[in-house]
């Protein structure tokens, strides 16, 4: 049954994968998203590129806490890594965007990321490069509108196009969940049981291993001094702040999570030790007082008094069992 399901999801067309006029990207329309991304010219000062905060090497992250952009500039969240990131119906830490297209965009005029003016200064910068206006042509054609072969709309295609390539599934706990008993180590099969009797599936829900919900789970609170990002609740308006999105963020998915420290929204947690002292405190902070708006099934966690050797099997599990093959 499980097989299924995961064969399902995979086949069914990422929302990425639908363009405007819903059309599935071509492989010179990836190949160009590839470059783009990769280009380091789309920033203002030709420094940063998509994959100086989303590096292959690093899990598709930076390994970084806060991501940091041009002038060597830091921002507020830490770069999350874009593996699977075609599946997520709402993307951002708060899932502030909704359509995946659109997001393409956004880093090239955040000022700290890329620093560009607008999306229209990059259109304008390619439109100068010989190169890209023929690889533009070559995958799309002229505008007839603009006349140029480049323009906003397609640029964000041809990235978004590429962010699809980017997928990690087949890994030791999806033939687990399949029902192959030896599908995992012994020492993770133990930790495997400690994640279901805590019910993380519960958010980090296969086969995607996130329900692309935002939930506070209260690293915020636990994680800093000062307690500074409201999450969902910062993008709403004051009178639609609940208890349900204060302070809650994306959950993230945990495939390729061997590769992606450090963790959470504000990347302050450097290792799945903390994060898992996180979960077995049933998220308090270090003087055991808690968020008053942590979702409870975390608050839940504490009753079942993990050991050290437990919360052990449980950093196996999780350390050894979403690695896909093969690795994106
Ligand atoms: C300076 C670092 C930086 C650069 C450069 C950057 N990003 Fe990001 N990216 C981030 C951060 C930080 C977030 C999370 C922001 C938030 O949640 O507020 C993010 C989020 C994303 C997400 C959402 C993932 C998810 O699951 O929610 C995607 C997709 C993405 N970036 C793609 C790109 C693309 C494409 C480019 C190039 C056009 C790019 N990024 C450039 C740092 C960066
Ligand atoms: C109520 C929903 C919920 C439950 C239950 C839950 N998580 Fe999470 N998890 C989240 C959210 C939300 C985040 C991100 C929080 C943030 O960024 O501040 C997260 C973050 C993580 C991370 C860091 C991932 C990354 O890439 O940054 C790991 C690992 C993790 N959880 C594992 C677990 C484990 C193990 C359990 C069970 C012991 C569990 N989670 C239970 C919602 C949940």
Same mark, same amino acid.
């Given at each position: 049954m499980y097989a299924l399901i995961l064969a399902a999801l995979i086949a069914a067309a990422p929302p990425q994968q639908s363009g405007p006029q819903g059309i599935p990207p071509t492989g010179t329309e990836i190949e160009l998203g590839r470059k783009l991304f990769f280009e380091p010219l789309l920033s203002v000062d030709g420094t940063v590129s998509c994959a100086s905060c989303h590096n292959p090497s690093k899990g598709w992250a930076d390994g970084l806490p806060l991501a940091v952009g041009i002038n060597g500039q830091v921002g507020t969240r830490h770069s999350p890594t874009i593996i699977n990131a075609s599946y997520s119906p709402l993307m951002f830490w708060d899932g502030r965007t909704v359509a995946p297209i659109t997001q393409a965009l956004l880093p090239l005029s955040n000022p700290i990321e890329m620093g560009r003016q607008s999306e229209d200064d990059v259109v304008r910068k390619l439109r100068l490069l010989p190169e890209y206006v023929s690889d533009f042509a070559r995958v799309y054609g002229v505008d007839t509108t603009s006349l140029s072969p480049v323009t906003g709309v397609r640029l964000a295609r041809a990235i978004a196009a590429f962010e699809t390539t980017i997928v990690s599934f087949n890994a030791p706990i999806d033939r687990r969940l399949d029902g192959d008993v030896t599908a995992l180590t012994p020492d993770a099969e133990i930790g495997f049981q400690l994640f279901r009797q805590a019910n993380c599936m519960s958010c980090h829900t296969p086969p995607l291993f996130t329900d692309n919900l935002m939930h506070n789970n209260g690293m915020e609170y636990a994680g800093k001094l000062q307690v500074s990002d409201l999450g969902r609740?910062? $993008?709403?308006p004051q009178n639609q702040r609940t208890a349900q999105n204060i302070r809650a963020f994306k959950t993230p998915h945990l495939r390729e999570i061997h590769r992606t420290a450090p963790y959470n929204h504000a990347g302050n947690f450097a290792d799945l030790d903390r994060v898992i002292l996180h979960y077995a405190t049933g998220g308090a902070r270090y003087d055991d007082t808690? +968020?008053?708006? $942590? +979702?409870p099934r975390v608050r839940a966690i504490r009753t079942l008094g993990w050991t050290a050797e437990q919360r052990g099997y449980l950093r196996t599990f999780i350390l050894e069992s979403f690695k896909g093959s093969p690795s994106p």
């Open positions: 609740a910062g $993008i709403l808690f +968020d008053r708006f $942590i +979702d």
